[in-house]
């Protein structure tokens, strides 16, 4: 008998995913992290999913849990992210890192739980690697590379900086300035920014609707 497969606009692509907070150890029981809760992330790995595509997801710790489909790749800190997305990025044709990626790290990790002291403390910090920055300088002609910003001021000013330094195709510019955009909310207001600064707002509306904006960027350009 013949089968009849419906084909979907992603089918036969690979595209990955990146979602959550990072966390930084300081000690065995402390650590330096956010309040990113992984839903954007994961709504985009599920809408990627619904569109065909072969998804792999890089998460930090977050309570969610991910639908079937996905290659799923529990990661806690920047530098463990680091290792899973230079490892996957070349074999896929898009990539899409909504992680809220600590921007530093403690030089040490005390190997002991830090002891309190009648004195002040401080804890020495070191830059992580822009893992979106790396990807950015890994791209290859055809690989679709997509970030995230989010801002409080100048914010499409600071998105473009970012879209143009870290060799992105487009950049989801999440403005902390929107109600009910951003951390701890169901809802996202966001603006997609493309290569060409062609830039398309878009209303408020549940993560989950904001990840099928996203991800029908992917496909025009993937599909382009
Ligand atoms: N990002 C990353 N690796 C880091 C820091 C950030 O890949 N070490 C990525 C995020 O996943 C996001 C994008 O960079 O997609 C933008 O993050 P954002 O915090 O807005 O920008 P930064 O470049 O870190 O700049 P700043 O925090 O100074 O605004
Ligand atoms: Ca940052």
Redesign the pocket.
């Known amino acids: 008998s013949t089968e009849i497969k419906k084909k979907l606009p992603l089918n036969h692509k690979k595209v990955l995913v ?1 979602a959550g907070p990072t966390y930084e150890a300081i000690d065995p029981v402390r650590f330096i992290g956010n309040h990113s809760s992984g839903k954007m992330g994961f709504a985009i790995a599920a809408q990627l999913v619904k569109l065909g595509a072969d998804v792999t997801l890089v998460t930090g710790p977050t309570a969610l849990k991910s639908g079937m489909g996905i290659k799923r790749i529990d990661v806690t800190s ?1 530098a463990e992210m680091l290792e899973a997305c230079t490892a996957n990025f070349p074999n896929t044709n898009a990539c899409v ?7 530093y790290t403690p030089v040490t990790v005390a190997s002991q739980k830090i002891k309190k002291q009648d004195a002040g403390f401080n804890i020495e910090l070191k830059k ?6 790396t990807l950015g300088g890994m791209k290859q002609p055809g690989q679709v590379l997509a ?5 409080t001021n100048d914010e499409e000013q ?1 998105a473009i900086g ?1 879209l143009q330094s ?1 060799n992105l195709d487009f950049i989801v510019l999440n403005s902390l300035n929107d109600k009910g955009a951003g951390f701890r909310t169901d809802t996202n207001k966001i603006t997609i920014i493309d290569r060409d600064l062609q830039k398309t707002v878009y209303d408020l509306k549940s993560k989950d609707d904001a990840a099928i904006d996203i991800c029908n960027k992917v496909t025009a350009l993937l599909t382009a």
């Open positions: 990146t920047a890192m909504s992680a809220a990626v600590a921007d992580t690697t822009d893992i979106l920055k970030g995230f910003a989010l801002e600071n970012k870290k």
